[in-house]
Structure formats: C-alpha cells, structure tokens
C-alpha cells in the first residue's frame, strides 16, 4: 500500500472525460454545457459520474477533492470557501431544531461563536466540554446530543486530547464525530483509522488555508468522511447552501499539495527546535507544544502521532507574570522576522497575544495560568534567524 503523501503525488484517479465548458486548461465555468435535453434531465448532480454546474463541480474541483479524501484516509470530500464555512456546514448539515452539539472548550473560536450566534438562532443548543476529560465529553452527552466536535491539539493553548477515548464515548452512543484535522493536516495521525484500531472520526474538516495552501494567499476548506449517508447529506446542504470554490483557488491548492508533507516536515522541525529553546529562557512559565515533554495531553500526542513523531509548526508559550500584558505586547512588537497576524502555515512566521481567560467558559475547567500567552506560527526562514529574532525582543523587555 502506498502512502497517502505518495498518493498526492502519483494519484491514481483521472476526471471523467467529455467536460465541456465556456473556459478551457484549468476549468473555469459556471455554465456547463449537456448534448441534449435528455442529458441535461438524466444528470445527476450528486455524484461526479458527469458535470451539472460549477457550483457543483468541473474536473478541477473534482480532482482536488479525491486528492484530499485520499490524504485523510476518507472516501468523499466537499470544498467549500474557507475552513470556517467547512465547520459551518456540518453543523448546518447534521443538525436540526431541538438538537444539541457539544464542543471542547479549547476549540477554534469561531466554531464556538457560529454554535453561539446561528446555531442558537435555529433552536440548536450546545455545550463546551473539557477535551482533556473524557468523563466530562461522556457525562454531557444526551439523547438530544447529534454532533460532537474534536479538535487535536486544541487551538491557541495546544493540549492534545485523548481522541480515541473521546471517539469511544461518542461511539457508544451512536453519536457523530467531527474532527477539526487542521493542525494533523492528514500527515500526523489517520483520524479515520485511530492508532490503527480500524475506527476513528465520522467527518473530518481541514482548513486548507494552512498547511494545503502554504502561501498565506488561499482561503479553502474541505469536509471528508468515509461514510455514503453522511456524505449524501453533506453534499445536500453544500449544494443548497451554495459553497462553490473558485478554480484559480483549486488550481493554487493542486500545485501546493505535492509539496505539502516537505514543508510540514519543516514547519515542525524548526518549531520544535524553537520551543526547546524557549524552554530554557527564565521569561517564559511554560512551553505548550504536544510533542515535547510537560505540555499538557503530551502522552496522547505520543500515543496517536509517535508513529510519524509529526506535529504542526504551531505553538504557545505563558510569559512569567512578572511581566505584564503591555510588557509582553512590547516584545510582540519588538520581533522583525515574526509578523503580527491571524492564521498560520504559510512561509512567514506569525505570533499573536492572547488573553486566554476571555477565551474560556470557567464552568468548564478554569485556566491555571496568569501570565500572558503568545502564540508562535513558525515559517519556512532559517531558524537561527528566527531564535535571534526572538532573542533580540526578549532582550528589549
Ligand atoms: C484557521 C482555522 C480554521 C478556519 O479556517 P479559515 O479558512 O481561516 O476559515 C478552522 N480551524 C482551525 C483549527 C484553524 O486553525
């Protein structure tokens, strides 16, 4: 069996032939052209046995889909605008009035204030749930829980979660799960195939304007599964919703994805190097970087991922509270390579503050740190250049 990153590379499929549109090369079309009547009536815009519509697929969009259904392990992808609306629409696809949907408390903000603001507004309930305790994932769910999200490692403060434990609770209770594998970008662990149990998540969305992309300049994202039902009712909403991708945008993804597992590889090597180093720094309380030793869920980091031993380039760290937050936005600003800026995976190196306290909900796992938190994304620049970077600004603190 070749490897999924080979795959990227030598992909065994090819779109169907006969695609005809107003544009040709990379397939730009709204309009899509049917021999006759008959044809026009008999096709079916659910499968990609044939085209229908832009929105619905042209040989572009359909190659970039089985590319990244294959790199995660799944069988069926949608694209939609960005990896937000790729949340968006498996909320919006797998939940109804009178549902609820549990979400770790350390997920991707905006996956809570969509669960907070629309999701509300349609009469779904949701919880947060402590992802490093899979008796609390386990004490909430109800008979009115329909979707559950995962996220590994979680955003901003980077604690991996026991997945496969929290699959099994959900499993157990027939409920769905839905990854969100940006940080894995399919590379550091199967989230359909767990540890090599044979079972892992239910839907998987990937904000492929990380790593897929890798510019800094695409905004994308995907929605895989493995399973022909929940597909179906993925690509139902996709398609009431209207979440079509521009094919410039597929086309800049198709060229990024051979390169992808080299310049994660990368991104990780250099990160890890990085917050070593600021392990040893008298500034810094605490390193949270699942791979290395002391940050929180390390063992199931080491669990899921040892096998490939990759993690993101991606990584926090709590300043001393000796320093305070406008000390530590000075050292933000002190920083010349790294860049102020949303978003990572990209060749430039970001870092964000953040106040970790207005991120949470206290009722479900109070934050046990008091200083600052900075978040590092780490580029694709020498490394050297980067810690001397960080040295200069800790020096003008
Ligand atoms: C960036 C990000 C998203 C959203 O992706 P966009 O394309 O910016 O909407 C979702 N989940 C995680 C974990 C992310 O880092």
């Not at 779109?15 to 079916?44: C, E, H, I, L, N």
Request: aromatic share 8%.
């Amino acid at each position: 069996m070749r490897k999924p990153v080979t795959d990227l590379i030598h992909h065994p499929y090819s779109p169907p032939a006969r695609f005809a549109a107003p544009q040709p090369g990379v397939y730009k079309a709204s309009t899509v052209f049917f021999d006759d009547v008959a044809a026009m009536r008999a096709r079916d815009w659910k499968t990609k046995a044939g085209y229908t519509y832009g929105l619905h697929g042209t040989p572009t969009t359909f190659t970039l889909e089985e590319r990244l259904a294959s790199l995660e392990g799944g069988t069926e992808c949608l694209l939609v605008p960005s990896g937000l609306a790729a949340i968006g629409l498996v909320s919006f696809a797998l939940l109804k009035h009178g549902d609820e949907v549990l979400i770790p408390d350390n997920a991707y903000g905006p996956n809570k204030a969509l669960a907070s603001g629309e999701l509300a507004n349609f009469g779904i309930s949701h919880r947060f749930y402590d992802a490093m305790n899979p008796g609390d994932l386990a004490a909430k769910l109800s008979d009115r829980t329909k979707l559950v999200w995962l996220e590994a490692a979680g955003s901003v403060t980077m604690e991996f979660p026991d997945l496969p434990a929290l699959v099994g609770h959900c499993r157990a209770r027939g409920v769905i799960t839905a990854l969100d594998d940006t940080w894995g970008a399919g590379l550091a662990f199967a989230p359909f195939d767990l540890q090599g149990s044979g079972q892992g998540v239910d839907v998987t969305i990937h904000a492929l304007t990380k790593y897929p992309s890798g510019g800094g300049d695409v905004l994308m994202g995907s929605v895989v599964t493995r399973d022909d039902r929940l597909h179906r009712l993925l690509k139902l909403t996709h398609m009431r919703m209207g979440f079509g991708v521009g094919a410039g945008d597929a086309e800049t993804l198709l060229r990024s994805l051979p390169s992808m597992a080299l310049r994660y590889q990368a991104h990780d090597g250099s990160a890890r190097d990085l917050a070593r180093w600021l392990q040893t720094r008298p500034e810094i309380e605490q390193v949270l970087h699942p791979a290395l030793e002391g940050s929180p869920g390390h063992a199931n980091w080491l669990r899921l991922c040892g096998a490939t031993d990759l993690a993101a380039g991606l990584f926090s760290v709590v300043f001393d509270s000796r320093f305070g937050s406008e000390q530590v936005d000075r050292f933000c600003d002190s920083l010349a390579l790294f860049r102020l800026g949303y978003s990572w995976g990209g060749p430039i190196s970001l870092v964000v503050p953040y106040d970790i306290a207005l991120m949470r909900d206290a009722s479900v796992a109070q934050w046990p740190h008091k200083g600052t938190l900075v978040r590092f994304s780490i580029g694709l620049e020498d490394v050297d250049d980067l810690r001397a970077d960080l040295a200069q600004a800790f020096d003008a603190l």
